[in-house]
Structure formats: C-alpha cells, structure tokens
C-alpha cells in the first residue's frame, strides 16, 4: 500500500466494479458520485471509464443512463464476469465462448433437472426454460430473458447460431452451491471451466481463465494502453485478477481482507462516497472539488 496517488495525466483509463463499490450499501449511485463522475469526464473527454462487472448488459443500462454516459464515447464495459468486452454503444468487441462439448454434457445432464433454476448467457441475452425462474431472473437481476425450449435450444448452440459465455444457476445457499458443483464436477474438470459462487446470488460456470482480469488485459490491449494507465476499483473476491492487472488497484474500505491485499491504495467505504472522494482528489483541482 502506499499514500501516493496518480495525477490525472497518469491515468487513461478508469474501470470499475458496480456492486458494493460504484454503488452504495443502499444499491444505488449517490448524488456525489454521480457529480464527481460527470465533472471528471467531461474536463478530460478522452478519458476512458468502464464498468466492470458479473452483470450482463441489460442490467447495466440504467447505471449508464443515471451517470450520464450512454452516448458517451470511451465508455466500454467488462461483463459477465470477463467474458464479454462491450465498446461504448454495445458492440460485442471481444468475447469468451463454453465449450460446445461442455454445454451438450451439460445439458444431457440437467434435462430433466427441476427447478429449472439455471440460464445460458449468449452476449444480452439469458436463455431460460422455466416462465416464473425467467419472470424471478429479468425482476430481480434485470436479465433479457428468452424463453425457449431446451432441445431446441441445444440444437442452436451445435449448430454454432448461439454462443454460451457463462452457465449461471440462481442459488439461495450454501448447501444448493454444494450439490451443483458435486453434480457438475466432472465435466468442469474436463473442460477446464472456472467456476465462481456468488453468496446467496449465483454460481457461474465460465470459459477456462475467463475474468475480470483477463478482461481488463484484452481490453487495454485492444485500446493500445498499458496497465500503469489504468486505475481500478473494486471491493469483493471476484475483483482480485482485476486489481492484479492495473497499475493502480484501488480497495474499498468495506472490501474483503484478500482482496485489501492486492491493492497499493485503500479508499472510503462506498457508503462513504469512496469512489468518488479518490477520483476527485486525482482529477479535480481543489476549486472543483464539491464541498
């Protein structure tokens, strides 16, 4: 850790987790932060700002819109955990796909699997088989769910005209999470896919080195800059191969012991504009700052 900071000429890019960092313990974007983000892009326009997330897009469009960055160019995004890079109006720029062998195992597997409480994510969209776990998925999570039966789903993905970057179940405990894996641990090995439990939430089974950190590296790489150009913040386990990746890995102080670990700075908590406090005192001259 050290108390040195970047100055903004420093820094060409700014990425960012959502939950539990970018918004607050209360689920949303604070005033502060909102103002601190547009002042910041909009005194330095060729300054990249990307969200980084285990979200899918449709859930991230209405954090664009509240910070004012929809139509903002240098705005990508780092999806699904990794496995998809967005460029600012949505065009897929770099993605991860499963195996095919692995999804048709898979589905031989969970066919007559019930609740049928899982998806297969294919860029914005979750396939679903299931009219009220689709209702629960697109209500609580925002997904773009399609409904569709699942042997003629499995016929589109053989036939390659649908791409799976995650298998994601809806999970409501530890004990769910454990006979999932146990079920499925065979043919994760096989394909050597990594597989990520998000607390009481989900658990992902993703493409084999597939994270916010290799996304972070694809995407700097596509961009032409180099990691001591960019800026990271983050607050859970899934934001450790993130904060590896940049030059300037930022904790918040309600981040997990590990993750603290791998940053060189530790900011306020998001319940006490963490965030945007940092990004003000790299970016904005102290008559710019927001009393």
């Given at each position: ?8 000429s420093?820094?060409?890019l700014i ?12 689920g ?5 932060t ?5 002042k910041?892009l909009?005194?330095?326009p060729d300054?990249?700002?990307v ?10 469009k ?8 929809s139509?903002?160019p240098?705005?990508?995004s780092i999806?699904?955990?990794g ?7 949505g065009n897929?720029?770099?993605q991860?796909?499963i195996p095919?062998?692995f ?6 597997i969970?066919k007559?699997?019930?609740?049928d409480n899982?998806?297969y ?8 088989f299931?009219e009220?776990w689709?209702?629960?998925a697109h209500?609580k999570?925002q997904?773009?769910i399609i409904?569709?039966d699942?042997?003629e ?6 036939s390659g005209?649908?791409k ?7 999970v409501?405990?530890?004990d769910?999470?454990?006979e999932?894996?146990?079920k499925f ?7 050597h ?10 658990l ?7 994270n916010?950190?290799?996304?972070i590296k694809q995407?700097i790489k596509l961009?032409?800059i180099?990691k001591?150009e960019v800026?990271?913040?983050g607050?859970?386990?899934?934001d450790?191969?993130l904060l590896k ?11 997990t012991d590990?993750l603290?670990?791998h940053a060189?700075i ?5 319940a006490?504009?963490?965030l945007?406090n ?9 008559d710019e700052?927001i009393?």
């Amino acid at each position: 850790m050290t108390n040195e900071l970047p100055t903004a000429s420093q820094i060409k890019l700014i990425t960012t987790d959502i939950d539990g960092t970018l918004l607050n313990p209360k689920g949303k974007i604070s005033e502060k932060t909102k103002l601190i983000i547009k002042k910041v892009l909009e005194k330095y326009p060729d300054l990249h700002f990307v969200l980084a997330s285990s979200r899918a897009r449709p859930a991230t469009k209405d954090i664009r819109n509240e910070l004012g960055i929809s139509e903002r160019p240098n705005t990508e995004s780092i999806l699904c955990n990794g496995c998809v890079i967005y460029d600012s109006v949505g065009n897929i720029l770099w993605q991860n796909i499963i195996p095919i062998g692995f999804i048709t195992e898979f589905h031989d597997i969970v066919k007559n699997h019930t609740p049928d409480n899982y998806m297969y994510s294919s860029g914005d969209d979750a396939y679903m088989f299931d009219e009220n776990w689709g209702k629960k998925a697109h209500d609580k999570y925002q997904e773009n769910i399609i409904l569709i039966d699942k042997e003629e789903y499995i016929k589109k993905v053989k036939s390659g005209e649908s791409k799976v970057n995650r298998v994601c179940f809806m999970v409501k405990s530890k004990d769910e999470v454990e006979e999932i894996k146990k079920k499925f641990e065979n043919i994760r090995n096989k394909y050597h896919l990594e597989c990520v439990y998000f607390p009481n939430i989900f658990l992902d089974y993703m493409p084999n080195q597939t994270n916010k950190g290799t996304g972070i590296k694809q995407l700097i790489k596509l961009l032409n800059i180099s990691k001591d150009e960019v800026l990271a913040f983050g607050d859970g386990n899934n934001d450790i191969e993130l904060l590896k990746n940049v030059g300037w890995p930022v904790a918040m102080a309600n981040a997990t012991d590990q993750l603290k670990s791998h940053a060189k700075i530790i900011t306020q908590s998001n319940a006490e504009d963490g965030l945007a406090n940092l990004l003000e005192n790299i970016f904005l001259k102290k008559d710019e700052h927001i009393n």
